[in-house]
């Protein structure tokens, strides 16, 4: 656990550990580099392959090109699908479109779209706790959109409806705030007494990690500076996690230079942690931003080791140029003979 002196009047930042880029968006990220380095450029990708602008912008400089729909993609091209999941109806477009495929998914995402099927096979009701219109969101709710409804905070919990009170499930995003989803599934549990808790917790080990960090420096830091894009939903919770742990305030950045210096007054100790989409090299801008106005010294919070790592996506195994051009191949054959 992190070691946080008593305030001495000095100027500090209390840096939190761990910080930045999970497992499954090193990863994703990784998975478009070899992607690219493999087949060569273009490498479509389905949506941001992480919520970052910094690693949209590095990608698309190497090669990659981001869509917001299968159907944009030209045939007989690789798309990849980002590392919040899709619908099993976004894998038929992408075949229909024959297109080759490379699976980003995070397997932490990937466990709850199981859980998710297994559940509406056992004929349950699922109430996926989450924010409406999330990527992830959406691709859960497409591997059983008939047993799935979404349940977007406590003030959700009173309009929810099911068929059969004794077999309810609750699932949730993996990048929520951990204090404000089980206070969903309290709401959820005094409605439904018997409501079913998935196997393990949902809500990924790296945002409850980060999560943590910032609890334990919120109480002493003033101001804390997140560094994470504003459609980055785990980056968005660090912010309200701050400011309920005690931060007399809370910004989120994407660069150092959105940093407004009339935060610092009357600041004496700041907070900095970044999501977990977030490369490394933004959060080393902002301690260099901080230390050029004073705050040199800075103390590691840390809150947990993180060790896990996933393998590459399997796709990335094969010569998947050659696979699509089979797909086209394929096709134009199959015209020829009707012909």
């Not at 599934?185 to 990690?209: H, M, R, W």
């Not at 660069?255 to 989409?277: K, M, P, R």
């Not at 996933?310 to 003979?337: C, H, I």
Request: hydrophobic content about 40%; some cysteine.
């Amino acid at each position: 656990m992190g070691c946080m002196t008593a305030s001495s009047g000095r100027r500090r930042v209390l840096l939190a550990a761990p910080r930045g880029y999970c497992a499954g968006v090193d990863r994703a990220v990784i998975a478009v580099e070899k992607a690219l380095e493999q087949y060569g450029a273009p490498i479509y990708v389905r949506h941001e392959i992480v919520h970052n602008k910094y690693v949209v912008q590095t990608l698309e400089k190497k090669g990659a090109i981001f869509v917001e729909q299968t159907e944009e993609v030209p045939e007989g091209n690789i798309v990849m699908f980002s590392a919040h999941g899709v619908a099993p109806t976004v894998h038929e477009e992408a075949e229909r479109g024959r297109l080759a495929t490379i699976d980003a998914t995070c397997p932490l995402v990937t466990k709850v779209h199981k859980e998710a099927i297994r559940y509406a096979g056992e004929d349950f009701d699922i109430l996926l706790i989450g924010h409406e219109g999330h990527e992830e969101v959406i691709g859960t709710s497409g591997e059983a959109p008939d047993h799935i409804q979404l349940v977007d905070g406590p003030g959700d919990v009173e309009k929810v409806e099911v068929r059969d009170p004794s077999k309810v499930v609750w699932l949730s995003q993996t990048t929520l705030s951990v204090d404000e989803t089980m206070e969903t599934v309290g709401a959820l549990k005094e409605k439904f007494p018997l409501l079913v808790s998935p196997p393990s917790d949902d809500i990924c080990y790296a945002t409850q990690n980060r999560q943590l960090a910032v609890k334990q420096m919120g109480a002493e830091a003033e101001l804390v500076i997140v560094v994470g894009s504003r459609n980055s939903s785990n980056s968005k919770r660090l912010v309200e996690v701050a400011k309920l742990a005690g931060s007399r305030e809370a910004y989120l950045v994407d660069f150092a230079s959105e940093i407004d210096e009339a935060w610092l007054e009357g600041v004496e100790t700041v907070g900095v942690t970044s999501g977990a989409s977030v490369p490394e090299v933004l959060v080393e801008e902002v301690l260099e931003w901080l230390s050029q106005r004073g705050y040199e010294d800075v103390e590691l919070v840390r809150a947990a080791e993180e060790s896990i790592t996933f393998s590459l996506p399997k796709e990335l195994r094969r010569d998947l140029r050659e696979e699509a051009a089979a797909l086209v191949a394929a096709r134009t054959g199959q015209g020829a003979t009707g012909a």
